[in-house]
């Protein structure tokens, strides 16, 4: 799995952990924009064909509805981050994303939900939902066979903006 860090100087989410995405523009439907984001911010040229499915939409505090799409690419894959949308790439496994140590949940600062977070070695400390409720998502449908929902997990406060 590839996971960004977004740069310090964008208005929204600066310094967090994300999946590539973004807004729908104009008229496309939600798979087109996942495909031109992620070749706006990571330089990867994938087609529809690529597509294997669509996990649950995420509402986030800030107002989105995350639209999450699993594609595969066979290596090799050139990817060319945009250094305006993307500080950093990291490659996650399978293996990393199966440790018994995901999800790990919290009391929300408001609310009743959860907030979700999981611990990934490859950053050296925790992300939170709504990036790691979809990496857990992910791992218990496509590695686990478990059906698992997500969207009633809740996000840590600095993420609401």
Do not use: N
């Amino acid at each position: 799995m590839l996971l960004t860090l977004r740069p310090g100087h964008l208005e929204r989410h600066s310094g967090q952990y994300a999946l590539p995405g973004g807004r729908l523009d104009g008229e496309e439907s939600p798979v087109e924009g996942a495909l031109r984001e992620l070749r706006e911010e990571l330089g990867l040229e994938l087609g529809a064909e690529h597509v294997l499915g669509r996990l649950d939409d995420y509402p986030t505090r800030s107002g989105f509805r995350i639209a999450p799409f699993v594609m595969w690419a066979e290596d090799p894959v050139e990817i060319r981050p945009d250094p305006d949308e993307v500080a950093k790439v990291f490659h996650i496994t399978m293996t990393e994303l199966d440790s018994p140590e995901i999800p790990r949940l919290s009391d929300a600062a408001e609310g009743e939900k959860q907030v979700l977070s999981a611990e990934l070695p490859t950053l050296g400390h925790r992300i939170y939902a709504p990036t790691a409720a979809m990496l857990y998502q992910f791992r218990e449908v496509a590695g686990r066979g478990t059906p698992t929902r997500v969207a009633g997990y809740d996000q840590p406060t600095f993420a609401w903006r």
